[in-house]
């Protein structure tokens, strides 16, 4: 008797694209004939999931393109939502076999939806605030740079926990639905192209005391001149691509400022703990935008447009 047959959506093809082009979805397939987990095939210490919703990253859009800017294997047939370098195991199937112990209880007021956003954003913002070398604390003031998923969470934690939030964003629109989040001030980048000075403005001269920064180089000047004197700048992500900007003076402001630049690499899951006991003591509603299972190439579409606000989720 056959074996009962599953989905997942996999990578097939070997050709490079940049992760930003929308052609590089035609190495992305829907293999509908996936053979069942059964009993026999979950060793001791795991567990048969039904996954019921994936949250998709930057980074599988770029082991998708085989975009050599994320390291991997980029190999055919990977399993996409990655987990890992290139992705060992990925979330956008019907079924996984995971350790028991990665497993968390999830707050009851949420979606499905919902908690696919928490581990990668959710984790992520926590680990940005509050495990670095600089840990925010009521009171300070922090920034949350575009309204993406990883910045919508920055936005909402740091507002539940008592701190000041400025957000940048690059329409008025998108800067309104901070604000619904928590933000006490907003900054829209493309009419401000030197942000950093308006953020200097609102916080009379001092600057924040952290900023998450999303951008990578082509924003990370602004963000040492908007962090105060030893103030932090948590590295989160490279979705600006590259520049050649000056070095020099970005080593000279870190250092006559004290300001320290953290590289938030990944997360614990100490760090997803933290972040789920927080949205559930707060009653947190993660912000996405959802796409039904058929969908998922238009959803990855939103995603290399950096157009949405929150978290991209797909139903499974």
């Known amino acids: 008797m056959p074996s009962a047959s599953a989905s997942e959506y996999q990578i097939h093809g070997q050709t490079r694209f940049p992760w930003t082009d929308l052609a590089a979805l035609q190495n992305l397939r829907l293999n509908t004939s996936v053979p069942k987990p059964d009993k026999t095939q979950i060793p001791p210490g795991h567990v048969l999931v039904r996954i019921r919703a994936a949250a998709l990253n930057a980074r599988d859009m770029m082991v998708i393109a085989h975009d050599p800017i994320y390291p991997g294997p980029h190999v055919p047939d990977l399993e996409v939502a990655t987990k890992g ?24 007021h949420l979606t499905f939806e919902e908690l696919a956003a928490m581990p990668a954003c959710g984790a992520t913002a926590m680990h940005a605030l509050f495990c670095g070398p600089k840990k925010l604390k009521p009171g300070q003031t922090v920034l949350a740079m575009g309204t993406g998923g990883v ?18 964003s690059s329409t008025d629109a998108k800067l309104g ?16 192209p ?26 990370l000047q602004e963000s040492v001149k908007a962090v105060k004197r030893g103030g932090q700048v948590s590295l989160v992500g490279f979705l600006g691509g590259s520049t050649k900007a000056d070095l020099a003076d970005l ?20 760090m997803t703990e933290r972040a789920v006991r927080m949205v559930g003591e707060k009653e947190i509603r993660p912000v996405v935008e959802v796409f039904e299972w058929e969908q998922a190439r238009e959803a990855f ?5 950096q157009v949405a606000v929150g978290k991209i989720v797909v139903k499974v």
């Open 85 to 108: 370098a290139g992705g060992e195991q990925g979330t956008l199937r019907e079924y996984g076999v995971l350790p028991d112990n990665e497993l968390i209880l999830a707050p009851p």
């Open 151 to 168: 910045s919508c969470f920055v936005i909402q934690l740091a507002h539940a926990i008592g701190a000041t939030v400025i957000a940048t």
């Open 177 to 192: 639905k901070a604000i619904e989040m928590g933000a006490a001030y907003t900054v829209n980048y493309t009419t401000s």
């Open 194 to 219: 030197s942000w950093s000075t308006e953020v200097l403005r609102l916080t009379h001269g001092l600057g924040v005391d952290l900023v998450v920064d999303i951008g990578g180089a082509t924003t």
């Open 251 to 270: 080593v000279a402001d870190v250092i006559f400022g004290g300001k320290t630049l953290y590289g938030v690499f990944n997360f614990t899951a100490e």
């Open 301 to 305: 579409e939103m995603l290399s447009k």
